[in-house]
């Protein structure tokens, strides 16, 4: 846990202080690719209070998701067809339920 942490703090650091930046016409596909890696960064955490957690699928899944929303995304502005309405719906969706289920989870196990 506490190597997360750093991890953590050290990338929000580097974020913070690294002049990085990104041309405009990039931020659909790069939000989209956001919204793909906090839907594995949820359901590594709802995996982990299950006890069903596996480095080899969370870091897969999270680059996984991760290029194909993006791609996805790029693929429908080619052809003029707005694909990543289907990516925002499912891992927007999956994100939400992840959250709900990490919710309940906290809940119920500080009650008793």
């Known amino acids: ?11 929000i650091i580097l974020g913070l ?7 405009a016409a990039y ?12 839907d594995s960064v949820f359901g ?7 006890n069903k957690f ?9 680059f996984g998701n991760a290029i194909l929303a993006g791609l996805l995304a790029y693929i429908g502005d080619r052809i003029g067809v707005p694909l990543y309405y289907a990516a925002i719906f499912a891992f927007g969706n999956r994100l939400f339920q992840n959250f709900a289920i990490i919710r309940r ?8």
């Open 27 to 38: 931020s659909l596909y790069i939000s989209v690719a956001i919204l793909a890696a906090l």
């Open 44 to 50: 590594a955490i709802r995996s982990n209070m299950e």
């Open 105 to 112: 989870y906290l809940l119920q196990h500080n009650r008793g």
């Open 1 to 11: 846990m506490i190597i997360a942490l750093i991890g953590l703090l050290i990338g």
């Open 54 to 62: 596996n480095t080899e699928i969370f870091v897969s899944g999270f």
């Open 17 to 23: 202080y690294l002049p990085i930046t990104y041309p």
